[in-house]
């Protein structure tokens, strides 16, 4: 995994919305939402499922030595929440789901190992949560596929030190 899934699907929605850095956020951020009626989006992990993991042993074929592979795949749910004073949120909802498709997408789902899922899982109108101080916001939920792994080297038996024996006195 190249570059952290969430951070991947913010830069995405940024890229393919035309938003400057300051109007897409990490989830739980310390983040005040401006006065101004410009469209804000924020990411966050919601779930995850892990459906497969491995640990298979094979040699470095640089040095020969054992070398570990462990790997898991996962099924991971991110939030996102766009979220405006004026029209924006509710004016451009709609183009969440296209970012998450595009061919920025496709590139950055290649480069990372990752793939997005091709529709939300869900998409609704949040903005009653909120009451006037958020007049529109809307949430989707995403669901991409991940993989990850890393790589360490084994330990032979004839490495570890022999443990001493300690024999009770009768």
């Given amino acids: 995994m190249a570059t952290e899934p969430l951070k991947v699907i913010a830069d995405i929605i940024r890229i393919e919305l035309r938003l400057k850095n ?48 462990q790997r898991i795949n996962r099924q991971e749910a991110y939030s996102i929440h766009a979220y405006s004073r004026g029209s924006e949120a509710r004016l451009r909802n ?52 991940v993989a990850y792994q890393k790589e360490s080297s084994v330990p032979y038996f004839s490495v570890f030190s022999i443990p001493p024996v300690v024999v009770p006195n009768p």
Avoid: C
Avoid at 39 to 67: K, M, Q
Avoid at 98 to 108: F, G, H, N, V, Y
């Fill in 22 to 69: 300051d109007q897409v956020v990490v989830y739980n951020q310390r983040f005040a939402i401006p006065t101004d009626d410009r469209l804000y989006v924020s990411v966050g992990l919601a779930g995850l499922r892990t459906f497969g993991s491995s640990n298979r042993h094979v040699p470095d074929p640089i040095t020969g030595e054992l070398i570990s592979q």
């Fill in 94 to 145: 709609w183009e969440i789901p296209l970012a998450l498709k595009s061919d920025t997408a496709q590139r950055w789902q290649e480069t990372n190992g990752m793939k997005i899922g091709e529709v939300p899982a869900t998409m609704s109108d949040a903005s009653e949560l909120d009451g006037t101080a958020i007049l529109n916001k809307y949430a989707l939920l995403v669901n991409a596929l």
